[in-house]
């Protein structure tokens, strides 16, 4: 029983639509990571100037919240290049994914893939029954007369010309028959031989035997 392809997963799928992108994706993913990251350190800046100014001079408090101040806009500098950044990668992430699973006439690469699969499965079968067509001609072959030897000669002599011939036909396995038609003043006369692997069991005449060898010398 012939066993049916499994057609790959959704999942698998999806994963190799993004393959040639990856360097592209894990950018994305390090960048929007980094930038939550500072997100969190701000509200932490925010609640570690409540908890210290209560504790501090005026002028300590005052550089504090000035060192705190430039940090922190240095810190939301950073998020929103991050954020720029982020953006325009996504963005060229979408574009090259949207040309490359659109194929001809719009089609999704999906439908495309799936039309190919089913495709390479018709050739598949139409191979198999190629393959089981030149098998059976193989088998044919062997048993058609494939190899011919013929020796003309002349039978009487007061004959002129050699118009008596034997003509042996022979298969791939060197099986099939012998004819010798033998011409005279009196008339034409025929006979037949079975041949077996290249032998008869009725002895040939010279004339025959060379026939006979001729089309056995036959490839």
């Avoid at 504790?55 to 408090?61: H, Y």
């Avoid at 022979?170 to 006369?189: H, I, K, P, T, W």
């Avoid at 005449?205 to 010398?217: C, F, I, T, V």
Wanted: charged share 25%; net charge positive.
């Amino acid at each position: 029983m012939k066993q049916e392809k499994k057609q790959p997963g959704r999942l698998k799928m999806l994963a190799g639509y993004y393959k040639p992108y990856k360097g592209l994706f894990f950018a994305d993913l390090f960048f929007a990571f980094l930038g939550a990251a500072v997100t969190l350190v701000i509200p932490l800046m925010v609640r570690y100037i409540m908890n210290s100014i209560s504790e501090m001079s005026a002028d300590e408090a005052k550089t504090m919240i000035l060192k705190i101040g430039v940090g922190m806009l240095v810190l939301i500098l950073i998020l929103f290049i991050l954020t720029i950044v982020t953006l325009c990668k996504l963005k060229k992430l979408h574009r090259k994914l949207d040309r490359y699973m659109r194929g001809k006439d719009a089609e999704s690469l999906e439908d495309t893939i799936l039309s190919c699969i089913e495709k390479t499965e018709k050739v598949d079968q139409m191979n198999q029954m190629l393959r089981e067509d030149i098998i059976g001609l193989r088998k044919n072959q062997k048993i058609t007369y494939q190899k011919m030897g013929m020796v003309k000669y002349n039978a009487f002599r007061e004959m002129s010309g050699d118009l008596s011939y034997a003509l042996a036909l022979l298969d791939q396995g060197n099986n099939g028959f012998l004819l010798n038609s033998v011409y005279g003043n009196e008339g034409g006369y025929s006979y037949i031989k079975e041949i077996k692997n290249g032998e008869s069991e009725i002895l040939l005449s010279e004339e025959e035997q060379q026939a006979l060898d001729k089309a056995k010398s036959q490839s």
